[in-house]
């Protein structure tokens, strides 16, 4: 990307950019569109390459989303998938081609590929298991607050929930089914 000058009231500004390599994820099993989708589509507007080790339990996923990319106009090796056992992750994670890695997973898999990449002095992000929080405030619908706190955390499987102390007797005491 050729840098752009931006127009500043003192001095000069600019905005540049240029790819960084090949960026390596690591990426889990569920929602598997969304989560290829999350870390490829950034990443090849921002002019990289990226490889994927997906779930082995979703590979046609992987193959139809990567489909989905070449139909759509995208080079070939752009957006790679990589079927490998998770042993073989540290090679990859070696290659020197290699210039970042993300992981979204468990905290194990996190703190295995994070040493990795710590070795090999690759830049990293990880998004480990988890969820984020329901918070329930005071003017809530409770009804409507219920319905939809038992969609949301339920789907994606999470398990945390916060509310202000007042209002977590009446919530967790309300039939737990809309």
């Known amino acids: 990307m050729a840098p752009e000058l931006l127009e500043v009231a003192d001095g000069i500004a600019c905005v540049g950019g240029s790819p960084l390599g090949i960026l390596f994820g690591v990426r889990p099993w569920n929602f598997p ?3 290829l989708a999350r870390f490829v589509a950034p990443n090849l507007m921002a002019q990289k390459m990226v490889m994927v080790k997906y779930s082995g339990s979703v590979p046609q996923c992987a193959l139809a989303f990567e489909d989905l990319w070449r139909r759509a106009g995208a080079p070939r090796g752009l957006c790679t998938n ?3 056992s998770c042993e073989q992750v540290n090679d990859v994670i070696d290659d020197p081609r290699i210039k970042g890695v993300a992981l979204t997973g468990s905290s194990g898999a996190g703190k295995s590929v994070a040493a990795r990449a710590g070795q090999s002095l690759k830049k990293s992000a ?4 988890g969820s984020n929080p329901f918070i329930v405030l005071a003017d809530a619908d409770m009804d409507r607050t219920l319905k939809w706190a038992m969609v949301a955390k339920m789907n994606k499987n999470g398990q945390e929930l916060y509310c202000r102390e007042t209002l ?3 919530f967790v005491t309300r039939p737990q089914c809309p």
């Open 33 to 35: 569109y969304y989560q």
């Open 82 to 84: 990589l079927f490998l």
């Open 126 to 129: 990880m998004e480990l298991g």
């Open 168 to 170: 977590h007797r009446e």
